[in-house]
Nanobody
Framework: QVQLVESGGGLVQTGGSLRLSCTTSGSILSLDVVGWYRQAPGKQRELVAHITRGGNTMYADSVKGRFTISRDNAKNTVYLQMNSLKPEDTGIYYC??????????WGQGTQVTVSS
């Protein structure tokens, strides 16, 4: 069983920055993919970015050039650096990890609010 703990959300003004952290209970390299998803009020949860065990990254078009996903293997932590934040980035951000058997683990979520 893998537990994911997110942190780093908060309230920020348009144009500001936040860094989210997702720490896993076991070795992060035992997981195939770790990603960040977000869910805005009244909308479906959407993929924001992910990083594979091999270090490949992927971003939603809406965040390319503004968000960066990275990983610290020693700390079993994946980060999401969010710059140039916009009000439409507001939502609950969730960390999801997928193991080699395609099983998904989710964190509890962290709220990000961008004021205009």
């Amino acid at each position: 069983q893998v537990q994911l703990v997110e942190s780093g959300g908060g309230l920020v003004q348009t144009g500001g920055s936040l860094r989210l952290s997702c720490t896993t209970s076991g070795s992060i390299l035992s997981l195939d993919v770790v990603g960040w998803y977000r869910q805005a009020p009244g909308k479906q949860r959407e993929l924001v970015a992910h990083i594979t065990r091999g270090g490949n990254t992927m971003y939603a078009d809406s965040v390319k050039g503004r968000f960066t996903i990275s990983r610290d293997n020693a700390k079993n932590t994946v980060y999401l650096q969010m710059n140039s934040l916009k009000p439409e980035d507001t939502g609950i951000y969730y960390c999801k990890a997928t193991n080699p058997w395609n099983y998904d683990y989710w964190g509890q979520g962290t709220q990000v609010t961008v004021s205009s």
